[in-house]
Protein backbone atom coordinates (compact mmCIF):
# COMPACT_ATOMS: atom_id res chain seq x y z
CA UNK A 1 0.00 0.00 0.00
CA UNK A 2 1.29 3.73 -0.80
CA UNK A 3 1.17 4.97 2.45
CA UNK A 4 2.75 8.28 1.42
CA UNK A 5 -0.06 9.59 -0.77
CA UNK A 6 -2.83 9.43 2.02
CA UNK A 7 0.15 11.50 3.83
CA UNK A 8 0.14 13.89 1.03
CA UNK A 9 -3.15 14.04 0.37
CA UNK A 10 -3.87 15.04 3.72
CA UNK A 11 -1.84 18.19 3.71
CA UNK A 12 -2.85 18.93 0.13
CA UNK A 13 -6.34 18.81 0.73
CA UNK A 14 -5.71 21.43 4.06
CA UNK A 15 -3.69 23.39 1.74
CA UNK A 16 -6.58 23.66 -0.87
CA UNK A 17 -9.21 24.80 1.86
CA UNK A 18 -7.04 27.62 3.24
CA UNK A 19 -6.90 29.00 -0.62
CA UNK A 20 -10.53 28.39 -1.84
CA UNK A 21 -12.41 28.83 1.40
CA UNK A 22 -13.80 32.42 1.07
CA UNK A 23 -15.10 31.94 -2.99
CA UNK A 24 -16.85 28.66 -1.71
CA UNK A 25 -18.86 30.05 0.94
CA UNK A 26 -19.76 32.44 -2.23
CA UNK A 27 -20.72 29.64 -4.22
CA UNK A 28 -22.63 28.08 -1.35
CA UNK A 29 -25.06 31.07 -0.53
CA UNK A 30 -25.36 32.03 -4.40
CA UNK A 31 -26.60 27.76 -4.70
CA UNK A 32 -28.92 28.11 -1.63
CA UNK A 33 -30.17 31.58 -0.98
CA UNK A 34 -32.29 33.57 -3.63
CA UNK A 35 -31.33 37.30 -1.99
CA UNK A 36 -27.69 36.69 -3.56
CA UNK A 37 -28.02 37.30 -7.58
CA UNK A 38 -24.14 37.14 -8.24
CA UNK A 39 -20.82 37.07 -7.13
CA UNK A 40 -20.49 41.01 -6.59
CA UNK A 41 -23.55 41.34 -5.13
CA UNK A 42 -23.09 38.72 -2.94
CA UNK A 43 -19.43 39.43 -1.87
CA UNK A 44 -20.34 43.39 -1.25
CA UNK A 45 -23.39 42.08 0.92
CA UNK A 46 -21.32 39.57 2.95
CA UNK A 47 -18.30 41.96 3.41
CA UNK A 48 -20.84 44.90 4.52
CA UNK A 49 -22.56 42.81 7.00
CA UNK A 50 -20.59 40.47 8.56
CA UNK A 51 -16.76 41.82 8.03
CA UNK A 52 -13.98 39.60 6.38
CA UNK A 53 -15.38 36.42 8.94
CA UNK A 54 -18.62 36.13 7.04
CA UNK A 55 -16.16 34.58 4.11
CA UNK A 56 -14.66 31.81 6.82
CA UNK A 57 -17.60 30.87 8.37
CA UNK A 58 -17.06 27.42 9.34
CA UNK A 59 -13.76 27.28 8.09
CA UNK A 60 -12.42 25.16 11.33
CA UNK A 61 -14.13 21.48 10.60
CA UNK A 62 -13.62 21.67 6.94
CA UNK A 63 -9.64 21.77 7.60
CA UNK A 64 -9.91 18.92 9.46
CA UNK A 65 -12.31 16.84 7.43
CA UNK A 66 -11.38 17.83 4.04
CA UNK A 67 -7.69 16.62 5.52
CA UNK A 68 -8.90 13.47 5.99
CA UNK A 69 -11.13 13.18 2.36
CA UNK A 70 -8.34 14.40 0.36
CA UNK A 71 -5.70 11.90 1.68
CA UNK A 72 -8.97 9.30 1.07
CA UNK A 73 -9.09 10.53 -2.13
CA UNK A 74 -5.14 10.40 -2.97
CA UNK A 75 -4.40 7.23 -1.23
CA UNK A 76 -7.53 5.60 -2.99
CA UNK A 77 -6.85 6.65 -6.40
CA UNK A 78 -3.11 5.81 -5.97
CA UNK A 79 -3.61 2.11 -4.38
CA UNK A 80 -6.42 1.68 -7.14
CA UNK A 81 -4.38 2.08 -9.53
CA UNK A 82 -1.07 -0.13 -8.34
CA UNK A 83 -4.23 -3.13 -7.91
CA UNK A 84 -5.46 -2.46 -11.87
CA UNK A 85 -1.48 -2.94 -12.95
CA UNK A 86 -1.47 -5.83 -10.93
CA UNK A 87 -4.40 -7.19 -11.80
CA UNK A 88 -3.43 -7.46 -15.60
CA UNK A 89 -0.42 -9.22 -14.11
CA UNK A 90 2.07 -6.39 -14.16
CA UNK A 91 3.98 -5.16 -17.30
CA UNK A 92 2.90 -1.86 -18.78
CA UNK A 93 1.58 1.45 -16.72
CA UNK A 94 -2.17 2.30 -16.68
CA UNK A 95 -4.42 2.90 -19.23
CA UNK A 96 -6.49 6.50 -19.13
CA UNK A 97 -9.44 3.83 -18.52
CA UNK A 98 -7.62 2.76 -15.32
CA UNK A 99 -7.28 6.65 -13.94
CA UNK A 100 -10.81 7.12 -15.10
CA UNK A 101 -11.96 4.09 -12.88
CA UNK A 102 -9.18 5.07 -9.64
CA UNK A 103 -10.43 8.43 -9.48
CA UNK A 104 -13.93 7.72 -9.27
CA UNK A 105 -13.32 5.32 -6.94
CA UNK A 106 -11.36 7.61 -5.03
CA UNK A 107 -14.32 10.31 -5.10
CA UNK A 108 -16.99 8.10 -3.87
CA UNK A 109 -14.37 6.30 -1.20
CA UNK A 110 -14.26 9.76 0.81
CA UNK A 111 -17.74 10.63 1.23
CA UNK A 112 -18.19 8.67 4.41
CA UNK A 113 -15.64 10.62 5.78
CA UNK A 114 -16.72 14.18 4.13
CA UNK A 115 -21.13 14.27 4.47
CA UNK A 116 -20.69 15.04 8.04
CA UNK A 117 -18.31 18.14 7.46
CA UNK A 118 -19.49 19.20 4.55
CA UNK A 119 -23.65 19.97 6.16
CA UNK A 120 -21.75 21.77 8.58
CA UNK A 121 -19.63 23.81 6.63
CA UNK A 122 -22.38 24.40 4.41
CA UNK A 123 -24.71 25.37 7.41
CA UNK A 124 -22.21 27.44 8.95
CA UNK A 125 -21.75 29.28 5.28
CA UNK A 126 -25.52 30.61 5.08
CA UNK A 127 -25.77 31.51 8.29
CA UNK A 128 -25.91 35.12 7.58
CA UNK A 129 -26.56 36.55 11.10
CA UNK A 130 -23.66 38.68 12.31
CA UNK A 131 -22.64 37.85 16.00
CA UNK A 132 -22.15 41.74 16.36
CA UNK A 133 -25.62 42.65 14.91
CA UNK A 134 -28.21 44.79 17.35
CA UNK A 135 -29.89 43.61 20.29
CA UNK A 136 -33.45 43.22 18.01
CA UNK A 137 -31.59 41.52 15.02
CA UNK A 138 -31.63 37.69 14.79
CA UNK A 139 -29.49 35.46 16.30
CA UNK A 140 -27.38 32.80 14.62
CA UNK A 141 -28.70 29.23 15.15
CA UNK A 142 -25.27 27.45 15.31
CA UNK A 143 -22.19 29.23 17.44
CA UNK A 144 -19.55 27.11 16.02
CA UNK A 145 -18.81 23.63 14.42
CA UNK A 146 -19.47 21.59 17.17
CA UNK A 147 -22.36 23.30 18.01
CA UNK A 148 -23.90 23.04 14.63
CA UNK A 149 -22.73 19.49 14.78
CA UNK A 150 -24.17 18.71 17.64
CA UNK A 151 -27.79 20.20 16.85
CA UNK A 152 -28.20 18.46 13.82
CA UNK A 153 -27.74 15.62 15.63
CA UNK A 154 -29.94 16.24 18.29
CA UNK A 155 -33.02 17.74 15.77
CA UNK A 156 -32.70 15.75 12.47
CA UNK A 157 -30.58 12.07 14.38
CA UNK A 158 -27.20 10.79 13.23
CA UNK A 159 -27.97 10.61 9.30
CA UNK A 160 -28.77 14.34 9.52
CA UNK A 161 -25.43 14.33 9.20
CA UNK A 162 -25.44 12.56 5.95
CA UNK A 163 -28.32 14.61 4.24
CA UNK A 164 -27.43 15.41 0.46
CA UNK A 165 -24.89 12.01 0.72
CA UNK A 166 -26.59 10.29 -2.80
CA UNK A 167 -25.88 13.57 -4.95
CA UNK A 168 -22.76 14.08 -2.97
CA UNK A 169 -21.74 10.73 -4.54
CA UNK A 170 -23.28 11.37 -7.87
CA UNK A 171 -21.35 14.92 -7.41
CA UNK A 172 -17.70 13.43 -6.82
CA UNK A 173 -17.38 9.95 -8.37
CA UNK A 174 -17.99 11.56 -12.09
CA UNK A 175 -16.00 14.63 -10.90
CA UNK A 176 -12.60 13.04 -9.75
CA UNK A 177 -12.86 10.75 -12.51
CA UNK A 178 -12.81 13.63 -15.03
CA UNK A 179 -10.27 15.50 -12.43
CA UNK A 180 -7.85 12.84 -12.34
CA UNK A 181 -8.13 12.19 -16.10
CA UNK A 182 -7.74 15.64 -17.03
CA UNK A 183 -4.35 16.02 -15.00
CA UNK A 184 -2.97 12.58 -16.24
CA UNK A 185 -3.62 13.74 -19.96
CA UNK A 186 -2.47 17.00 -19.53
CA UNK A 187 0.44 16.18 -17.42
CA UNK A 188 1.53 13.96 -20.20
CA UNK A 189 1.24 16.40 -23.19
CA UNK A 190 3.54 18.49 -21.16
CA UNK A 191 6.41 16.10 -19.89
CA UNK A 192 9.85 16.59 -22.39
CA UNK A 193 11.01 13.53 -23.33
CA UNK A 194 13.31 11.94 -21.66
CA UNK A 195 11.22 12.83 -18.14
CA UNK A 196 8.88 11.13 -16.27
CA UNK A 197 6.69 14.27 -15.11
CA UNK A 198 5.98 17.85 -16.38
CA UNK A 199 8.24 20.68 -14.28
CA UNK A 200 6.49 22.98 -11.26
CA UNK A 201 4.78 25.31 -14.21
CA UNK A 202 2.98 22.12 -15.78
CA UNK A 203 2.02 20.64 -12.66
CA UNK A 204 0.39 24.17 -12.00
CA UNK A 205 -1.67 24.38 -15.11
CA UNK A 206 -2.60 20.76 -15.39
CA UNK A 207 -3.99 20.84 -11.53
CA UNK A 208 -5.42 24.31 -12.21
CA UNK A 209 -7.23 22.87 -15.64
CA UNK A 210 -8.04 19.91 -14.05
CA UNK A 211 -10.03 21.09 -10.88
CA UNK A 212 -11.73 23.69 -13.29
CA UNK A 213 -13.09 20.30 -15.35
CA UNK A 214 -14.15 18.62 -12.63
CA UNK A 215 -16.21 21.02 -11.57
CA UNK A 216 -17.95 21.67 -14.93
CA UNK A 217 -18.74 18.21 -14.54
CA UNK A 218 -20.02 18.19 -10.80
CA UNK A 219 -21.88 21.62 -10.78
CA UNK A 220 -25.35 20.60 -11.28
CA UNK A 221 -24.79 17.49 -8.25
CA UNK A 222 -23.50 20.57 -5.84
CA UNK A 223 -26.50 22.58 -6.21
CA UNK A 224 -29.06 19.45 -5.13
CA UNK A 225 -26.46 18.54 -2.41
CA UNK A 226 -26.80 22.68 -0.75
CA UNK A 227 -30.68 22.40 -1.14
CA UNK A 228 -30.96 19.20 0.47
CA UNK A 229 -28.42 19.69 3.18
CA UNK A 230 -30.01 23.23 3.84
CA UNK A 231 -33.53 22.46 3.45
CA UNK A 232 -34.95 22.69 6.56
CA UNK A 233 -32.69 24.33 8.49
CA UNK A 234 -34.58 27.27 8.62
CA UNK A 235 -38.10 27.28 7.82
CA UNK A 236 -40.39 24.06 6.61
CA UNK A 237 -39.33 21.58 4.46
CA UNK A 238 -39.74 22.11 0.74
CA UNK A 239 -38.60 19.10 -0.77
CA UNK A 240 -39.56 15.09 -0.36
CA UNK A 241 -36.26 13.81 -1.66
CA UNK A 242 -33.39 13.86 -4.22
CA UNK A 243 -35.84 14.02 -7.45
CA UNK A 244 -38.46 15.88 -5.84
CA UNK A 245 -35.27 18.32 -4.85
CA UNK A 246 -34.52 18.26 -9.10
CA UNK A 247 -37.85 18.33 -10.50
CA UNK A 248 -38.99 21.52 -7.63
CA UNK A 249 -35.78 23.57 -8.92
CA UNK A 250 -36.29 22.86 -12.80
CA UNK A 251 -40.51 24.35 -12.15
CA UNK A 252 -39.69 27.11 -10.32
CA UNK A 253 -35.76 27.95 -11.56
CA UNK A 254 -35.36 26.57 -14.46
CA UNK A 255 -32.34 24.72 -16.08
CA UNK A 256 -30.13 27.23 -15.94
CA UNK A 257 -30.13 27.47 -12.13
CA UNK A 258 -27.75 23.97 -11.74
CA UNK A 259 -25.02 25.96 -13.75
CA UNK A 260 -25.18 29.48 -11.96
CA UNK A 261 -22.62 28.97 -9.50
CA UNK A 262 -20.60 26.72 -12.50
CA UNK A 263 -18.71 30.84 -12.80
CA UNK A 264 -17.32 30.99 -9.34
CA UNK A 265 -16.54 27.40 -9.13
CA UNK A 266 -14.10 27.57 -11.80
CA UNK A 267 -12.69 31.01 -10.55
CA UNK A 268 -12.13 29.21 -7.17
CA UNK A 269 -11.09 25.37 -9.11
CA UNK A 270 -8.04 26.51 -10.88
CA UNK A 271 -6.00 28.62 -7.68
CA UNK A 272 -7.17 25.46 -5.63
CA UNK A 273 -6.18 22.64 -7.47
CA UNK A 274 -2.98 24.05 -8.71
CA UNK A 275 -1.84 24.73 -4.71
CA UNK A 276 -3.50 21.02 -4.30
CA UNK A 277 -1.27 19.11 -6.97
CA UNK A 278 1.65 21.18 -6.37
CA UNK A 279 1.38 20.48 -2.86
CA UNK A 280 0.62 16.98 -3.47
CA UNK A 281 3.32 16.15 -6.15
CA UNK A 282 6.24 17.84 -3.95
CA UNK A 283 5.75 16.44 -0.98
CA UNK A 284 4.93 13.18 -2.25
CA UNK A 285 8.16 13.23 -4.03
CA UNK A 286 10.15 14.57 -0.95
CA UNK A 287 8.87 11.54 0.98
CA UNK A 288 9.55 8.57 -1.69
CA UNK A 289 12.96 9.78 -2.34
CA UNK A 290 13.63 9.87 1.42
CA UNK A 291 16.65 6.49 1.79
CA UNK A 292 13.82 4.70 3.74
CA UNK A 293 11.49 4.61 1.19
CA UNK A 294 10.68 1.44 -1.10
CA UNK A 295 9.07 3.70 -3.96
CA UNK A 296 11.04 5.25 -6.43
CA UNK A 297 11.07 9.14 -6.76
CA UNK A 298 7.47 10.66 -8.01
CA UNK A 299 8.70 14.31 -9.42
CA UNK A 300 12.64 15.06 -10.68
CA UNK A 301 11.67 19.01 -10.97
CA UNK A 302 14.48 20.74 -12.97
Known amino acids: MHIVDFVSGSLAGACGVAVGYPLDTLKVRIQTQKQFTGIWQCAVATFSKEGVHGFFKGMSLPVTTISMTSSVVFGTYRNCLQCLIQARGGGCGNTKLDVFLAGMAGGIAQI ?3 SPGDI ?3 RLQCQTESKRGRTNMPKPKYHGPVHCLLRIIKEEGFMGLYRGSLPLMLRDGPSYATYF ?9 LTDSGKKRPDLSGVMLAGGIAGMAGWTIGTPMDVIKARLQMDGARETKQYKGFYHCITETVRVEGVGVFFRSLGINCLRAFPVNMVVFVTYEVLTGYLQARPDSTDPPRLGFE
Open 112 to 114: SVM
Open 120 to 122: VKV
Open 181 to 189: LTYTTICEY
